[in-house]
């Protein structure tokens, strides 16, 4: 069977552990503050998630730049030189033009690689919604499986993997323009904590609000048991905005009535994190729609 790699973007926000266990191909978006500019590796290496997070804290504003077409095409032909095919998994359309990107490379490079193949999926996901689809292919790899047969459970899971976030601040939804001024005051004021999905189209929707932190946690964890398949043999995936103590009690409490097979918790990277604030946790796992 021929060898191939799998390539996701920097917005899956896996852990280090699970990229370097599984050789999985990162590839970066940007993201800066006024007069800064950095690429959100992985490991963070030019600026920390912490210090990100701080900055968001104060106040600055931070915005996000897809991977463009030249970028793509660098990183795939590294690939395509040393004899392989490539299965890259990519960050909801719906949100960004980086899937789009990834196409116009695919087309480029296949008039000069036309012995090779470059397999672009929409996940139609995001942050460790897109993670956790990575990582079932990259162990469906590891296993032994075929590009075809990684290909064809992703085209009939990706709709299944479930994603549920719950923010902590109103106001950097208000500015993505998902509520309005006044809703974000008068909920702000009142302890009113939306909960959110990611829909089949891969937009983040609005679904429903309750009254206090611990409340939106708690509903996450209803969603999950209304809908999810199989948890003692199926991974979640949680993520966070710079609340890990709050995650932890999400997880635990999924261990404790649901009895998963693994949970894995990690920060939302900053390309998400610019968009949904700090306080956001997110919770993702395979259901019976999303």
Not at 85 to 95: K, Q, T
Request: hydrophobic content about 35%; some cysteine; overall charge negative.
């Amino acid at each position: 069977m021929k060898n191939y790699i799998i390539v996701t973007d920097s917005t899956a926000d896996l852990p280090i552990d699970i990229i370097e266990k599984y050789g999985i191909v990162v590839i970066p978006l940007g993201f800066g503050f006024e007069g800064e500019n950095y690429l959100n590796y992985p490991d963070h290496r030019q600026l920390s998630i912490n210090e990100f997070y701080e900055r968001i804290k104060k106040g600055e504003r931070s915005t996000t730049t897809l991977i463009n077409a030249k970028t793509f095409e660098e990183y795939f032909e590294r690939i395509l030189m040393d004899g392989n095919d490539i299965l890259y998994l990519g960050f909801s359309s719906a949100l960004s033009g980086t899937y789009n990107s990834s196409l116009i490379a695919r087309e480029e490079l296949l008039q000069k690689y036309s012995n090779l193949r470059i397999e672009c999926i929409d996940t139609f996901a995001a942050s460790l919604g897109e993670g956790l689809l990575v990582y079932y292919a990259s162990k469906m790899k590891q296993e032994g499986k075929s590009i075809d047969e990684v290909m064809k459970w992703v085209a009939d899971n990706k709709f299944h993997l479930c994603h549920w976030f719950t923010v902590d601040d109103l106001n950097h939804l208000k500015r993505g323009g998902r509520i309005n001024a006044m809703t974000a005051t008068i909920g702000t004021a009142l302890g009113v904590k939306p909960i959110l999905h990611v829909d089949n189209g891969g937009y983040l929707v609005p679904v429903s609000n309750v009254r206090g932190r611990k409340r939106s946690i708690n509903a996450l964890l209803e969603r999950m048991e209304t809908t999810c398949i199989n948890p003692e043999d199926n991974s979640v995936f949680i993520s966070h905005s710079e609340c890990f103590e709050e995650a932890e009690y999400l997880g635990n409490l999924i261990k404790e009535k649901l009895h998963v097979k693994e949970v894995v918790i990690n920060y939302i990277g900053p390309v998400i994190g610019s968009h949904t604030g700090q306080g956001t946790i997110a919770l993702f796992f395979l259901g019976t729609e999303r």
